[in-house]
Each structure stands twice: as structure tokens, then as C-alpha cells.
């Protein structure tokens, strides 16, 4: 079974949100460097976006601001979409990051215009706003985003710390919304990074 087999409905809207719902499977098949806690494999794409969803459910109450979890919730199921076509970019790959906006909005632009105009700029403006990180529930979706792979390497032995020879300031400067955002889960981040870097997973 592929898209090759689809029936079309005879409703060309309802078709093309059937084929971008198709389309979107392809984020079960982007690879993410970071390890699933039974370090069975990396997770996907989806998987990553699943868990943080559910972790936005979560942690509403350490927030500094008001949010609005279920607009913080579409954020976090929509905002790897446009890695379908531009890949994950390892967060500590200075290199991958140069060009990595230029890929991201190319993708969106072709990722978003398969379904209809107003649903694509919807998801599209969710894409932007999590990008941009200035509303309360971009900041918070995007605590969410990194959080979770913390959290994994925390549980993995510092998997992708080691694997990107990651070193403290780096990863504080890349938690830095966390601190200023949910500043309670941040001092048990510090903690955390404080034994990563005596047990050798972060540099100092």
C-alpha cells in the first residue's frame, strides 16, 4: 500500500488533506540523535513530537506566564513537520545550523501548500510562532522541546552530550528558556548538569 494507491474522493479539498495526512507519515522515518531510554535506537521525529504534546499537559503549573496549553499543544504535534523535507539539525552541529533556517522555510513552503490555503497558513503561523519563541506559549512549547531530549540524556549517559562533545555553556545557553521561562525545573536541570560534567558526558 502506498500514496500511488489512493482513491480519490471526487472532493479535491477533502483529498488534499487526505494526501497530506499521508505525506506526514514520513515523520516516523526522520531520525532524531537523541536516544530512547531503553537505548534501543534514536527516536523519531514523531515520537519526539508525541512526548513533548504530552508534556506540555504536564508542566503548565512551573510557567512564569499564562498559557494556553491546547494552542502549546498544536505547537508541539506540528513543529518537526517541515523536518520531512529539511532534516533534523543536530542542536549542538554549529555547521548544520548555518543553513538551517534557509532549508526549514524552503520546506515549509512546499510542505504547507498541499492542503488547503487556510489550514496551511494555520499550521504554518504555529511553525513560526514556535520559531520565534515571543509569545508565552511559544516559550513554553519550546521548553518543552528541549527539555525532553535532556531529560533522555540525562537517563542515556549523556548520549548526544558525548556524541556532540557538548560542553556546559553550551547546553545552558541552549536552556536558556527554560531558566527564564520555568526557572523551578531549571535548578533541577543545574543539578543534572553538575553530575553530567563529573561523570565525563559534558565538557566543563
Not at 489550514?119 to 516559550?139: N, P, V, Y
Not at 527554560?178 to 553530567?196: G, Q, S, T
Request: negative net charge.
Amino acid at each position: 500500500m502506498s500514496k500511488q494507491d489512493f482513491i480519490p474522493s471526487g472532493n479535491e479539498r477533502l483529498d488534499s488533506q487526505l494526501l497530506f495526512t499521508a505525506e506526514i507519515d514520513q515523520l516516523t522515518q526522520i531520525a532524531r540523535r537523541t536516544m530512547l531510554i531503553d537505548k534501543s535506537r534514536r527516536e523519531n521525529d514523531a515520537e519526539h513530537s508525541w512526548h513533548i504534546a504530552v508534556m506540555a499537559m504536564l508542566f503548565k503549573e512551573y510557567v512564569k506566564e499564562p498559557v494556553d496549553v491546547g494552542r502549546v499543544v498544536q505547537m508541539c504535534v506540528v513543529h518537526d513537520l517541515i523536518e520531512i523535507y529539511a532534516g533534523d539539525t543536530f542542536a549542538y552541529d554549529e555547521k548544520g545550523n548555518m543553513d538551517k533556517e534557509e532549508r526549514e522555510r524552503l520546506a515549509a513552503d512546499k510542505l504547507f501548500s498541499l492542503i488547503p490555503e487556510e489550514q496551511g497558513k494555520m499550521i504554518r503561523d504555529l511553525w513560526e510562532e514556535f520559531d520565534a519563541m515571543e509569545t508565552a506559549d511559544s516559550k513554553y512549547a519550546a521548553c518543552m522541546d528541549r527539555l525532553q531530549p535532556f531529560y533522555h540524556n540525562t537517563l542515556t549517559d549523556g548520549h548526544t552530550w558525548v556524541e556532540g562533545n557538548a560542553t556546559r555553556a553550551a547546553v545552558e545557553k541552549r536552556m536558556a528558556v527554560i531558566k527564564d521561562f520555568m526557572p523551578e525545573v531549571y535548578k533541577w536541570m543545574d543539578k543534572n548538569m553538575d553530575a553530567a560534567v563529573e561523570k565525563g558526558w559534558l565538557r566543563p
